[in-house]
């Protein structure tokens, strides 16, 4: 079932920022996870692929805060921590990117990046929230004309882009990227994945959650297969083709894609 | 040519000193953005066509009367503008502003307490009125719509029953806050003093904001465009001040409406709480997301127009020199929220500013001073009234939908 071949031993890295080590999380009946182990460390991307309701989003609100696990450890940097709210998750420095941005469309970019954690409460210092904005775009390498804009009239990567210099502004060590490419066209989906490497370069450990298998090929190092709640599998992109993986998300080699696929090659050569 | 951080994108057109200021703006209101030009060209209209139906309406008197009638349905909308800037709505203000009223009278005439303590009973109570709403509102997510529209009908009956049998009680002509509110205007000295003082105010808060800009490597507004725009409202100023001090001058009723009009215009654009208040109305779910705690905004955005609700009220009872049972009926509740609206504050929330109720109120009063003039029927007043309150919506959709197809949404 699971290919044994190219899949890591789970001994935890010396240098990982993040390790999670048997986490269960049950709604009522239903096992949502089951004895997941992950591992991220600096300067590494790590996507985090299921199927629909594989865990994937149970283990997002587990690392953002939201939910907290019914057992299993998380150590963060060499500790290990609990994470019972979303601001204990930014406090240790894991800052999440939902799928929906939550940006305020009526607020311009600065107003949007500063939501909450203003600078100066009684009289904003918009001095210096600009150029700290400025400074995380850059970072970013953002292409995004104007700061004083609103939101709404930002392009889906550029929001993409906003939502994740928001993340940066805590100095986050690692930063969960929740479906970033979904919603978005082909040039924009670029400008996300370049944006990904930049984070990576930056040192920051980054989990990204997707569906898209080019996109997971094209930018993580490792990927992490959840199937029904379970670890199917730990990759390293470089060793396993995209057949592979798809193969550990439905669990079968002979699985709906593949059959997909073969019948479209047989239909083209015959 | 050292380029400031934020012009450093090649798409960006640089426009430098005034005119490049002014092109600014034309392309803004060009995009949709119309800010503040909609009621100001619509003022312009109402006057010329009032002016030409009767002399008298922009004689010095009337226009002292029209800003004196101003204040306090000015001040009530002032809290309107506030519960739309959440997405909500307060249809009670009209009956808080009666009762309150009421509330002053009967504790000052009847009662004989100090007017102080009266005054100070009536404000607390509305803040009262304000925070169970937002109790209602938070704890069992009951729409504000039906809360306030209970609310109007309670705080109704309430006025009417503290009002008791006789249903209007006098306010004594002496007291210093009848006084207030139809005879205490502002020395024209003073009244000068205030108008260099708001220009040089808006010019040296522009200058040093300029100058911190400019130090920490951003763009700023040229030294002229920053003169032009001081002098402009020092002689906007002036003349309103030379002109209404051709009779009585201006009131310190409506200076106090715009001191209340400044004091929200700061907390909204400079504080955390109102970047908080703007970001609930815009998206609820990514201002609880970035942390603010949206249960308080609400709180005291409730307990806000309901304050401001019962001032203007005082305001009201004391310009009349008496409360009695129509205090805040008919169209005191409608003529507020219709205030916000003209002066650009969306219906929908996340958009709209304080200066927005002052212009509003003005423009209310306007169409309702110069049918009055006319000898019209209040009947031919409401449907002005309604007709302009439509219009104003109407500009505001079309320029929702030009700034939505020019991208600044």
Known sequence: MSPTSSKRTANQRSDSVLSLRGISKTFGAVAALTGIDLDVAAGQVVAVVGDNGAGKSTLVKILSGVHPPDSGTITFGSREVEIPTPAAAHKLGIATVFQDLALCENLNVIQNLFLGQEVRPLRLNDVAMETRSWELLRQLSAKIPSVRVPVASLSGGQRQTVAIARSLLGDPKVIILDEPTAALGVAQTAEVLNLVERLRENGLGVIMISHNMADVKAVADTVAVLRLGRNNGVFDVSEVSAEDIIAAITGATDNVVSQRQSRRKEGSTS | ?409
């Open chain 2, 1 to 409: 040519m050292n380029v400031t951080t934020d012009r450093q994108d090649e798409r960006l057109q640089s426009r430098e000193g005034l005119r490049g200021a002014i092109t600014d703006v034309v392309e803004r209101a060009r995009g949709g953005d119309l800010g503040v030009i909609p009621v100001v060209v619509g003022l312009i209209v109402i006057w010329t066509v009032l002016q030409i139906l009767n002399p008298i309406f922009l004689s010095s008197a009337n226009l002292v009367n029209l800003t004196m009638e101003s204040a306090a349905v000015g001040i009530i909308a002032l809290g309107i503008v506030c519960v739309l800037l959440v997405g909500q709505i307060d249809l009670s203000v009209g009956s808080v502003s009666g009762l309150s009223g009421a509330v002053l009278a009967v504790l000052f005439v009847s009662q004989g307490l100090p007017v102080w303590l009266a005054i100070g009973a009536s404000v607390i109570m509305g803040a009262v009125i304000g925070w169970v709403y937002a109790q209602l509102f938070n704890r069992f997510g009951v729409p504000s719509f039906v809360i306030t529209l209970a609310g109007l009908l309670a705080f109704l009956g309430l006025q009417l029953y503290v009002l008791g049998s006789k249903g209007s009680i006098n306010l004594p002509f002496d007291s210093g806050l009848v006084n207030f509110a139809q005879l205490d205007f502002v020395p024209d000295w003073l009244s000068y003093c205030f108008a260099v003082i708001a220009a040089a105010a808006l010019f040296a808060s522009g200058f040093f904001h300029a100058r911190e800009r400019r130090r920490a490597g951003l763009s700023a507004k040229s030294l002229s465009t920053l003169v032009a725009r001081s002098v402009a409202l020092l002689v906007v100023l002036a003349f309103v001040v030379w002109y209404l001090g051709q009779t009585r001058g201006v009131g310190w009723m409506f200076v106090f409406f715009v001191a209340l009009v400044l004091i929200m215009h700061y907390l909204l654009s400079r504080t955390k709480w109102g970047r908080a208040v703007y970001a609930v109305g815009g998206n609820v779910e990514a201002a609880r997301r970035a942390g603010i705690n949206v249960k308080a905004i609400y709180t005291s955005v409730f307990v806000l127009c309901s304050t401001f609700a019962a001032v203007g009220g005082i305001l009201a009872a004391a310009r009349l020199a008496a409360a009695n049972q129509s205090s805040g009926s008919g169209d005191v509740n409608l003529n507020a929220i219709a205030a916000a609206v003209i002066g650009g504050t969306s219906l929908f929330g996340g958009r709209g500013t304080a200066f927005g109720a002052l212009l509003g109120i003005i423009v209310i009063q306007s169409i309702s001073s110069g049918l009055t003039l006319l000898n019209l029927d209040s009947s031919i007043r409401f449907v002005v009234t309604g007709v302009v309150l439509l219009l104003a919506v109407v500009v505001d959709s079309v320029a929702r939908k030009s700034r939505t197809s020019h991208g600044r949404a």
